[in-house]
C-alpha cells in the first residue's frame, strides 16, 4: 500500500507565493519519478512539472515555480511564485513507484488533491 499526501494549498492574492509538498509512504523500493499536475475549472488535467532529471515545466509556469525533491523524505515540493489568477486550481500530486523489491511492480499513483486558489 502506498499513500501520497498532499499539503500547502490554500488562498493566496496574486503575486503571493505558496509551496505544496507531497509525502509519498509506504512500501516503496524506489520512486522513479514525481511530479505535479493541476486540474483548473471546466480545464483538463495537465501536467505542470516533472522531476525526473532536468525538471520540465509546463510553459505558463515557467520561471515562477519550481519542482524539487527530497529522496531522503520521499518528498516533493512545488515552490509557486508570482501567482496569478489562471493558477487557481486542484494540484494533484503523481509518483511513479516501485514497490516491495527491485522486481516489484511498478504503478502510478495519485495524493487526493489540494485546492489553490488566486484571487483578490
Known amino acids: 500500500q502506498v499513500q501520497l499526501v498532499e499539503s500547502g494549498g490554500g488562498l493566496v492574492e496574486p503575486g503571493g507565493s505558496l509551496r505544496l509538498s507531497c509525502a509519498a509512504s509506504?512500501?516503496?523500493?524506489?520512486?522513479?519519478?514525481m511530479g505535479w499536475y493541476r486540474r483548473a475549472p471546466g480545464k483538463e488535467r495537465e501536467l505542470v512539472a516533472t522531476?525526473?532529471?532536468?525538471?520540465k515545466y509546463t510553459d505558463s509556469v515557467k520561471g515562477r515555480f519550481t519542482i524539487s525533491r527530497d529522496n531522503a523524505k520521499n518528498t516533493v515540493y512545488l515552490q509557486m511564485n508570482s501567482l496569478e489568477p489562471e493558477d487557481t486550481a486542484v494540484y494533484y500530486c503523481?509518483?511513479?513507484?516501485?514497490?516491495?523489491?527491485?522486481?516489484?511492480?511498478?504503478?502510478?499513483?495519485w495524493g487526493q488533491g489540494t485546492q489553490v486558489t488566486v484571487s483578490s
Open positions: 509506504g512500501n516503496i523500493y524506489r520512486i522513479n519519478n
Open positions: 522531476s525526473e532529471g532536468t525538471p
Open positions: 503523481h509518483a511513479e513507484i516501485r514497490v516491495r523489491t527491485w522486481y516489484g511492480p511498478v504503478s502510478d499513483y
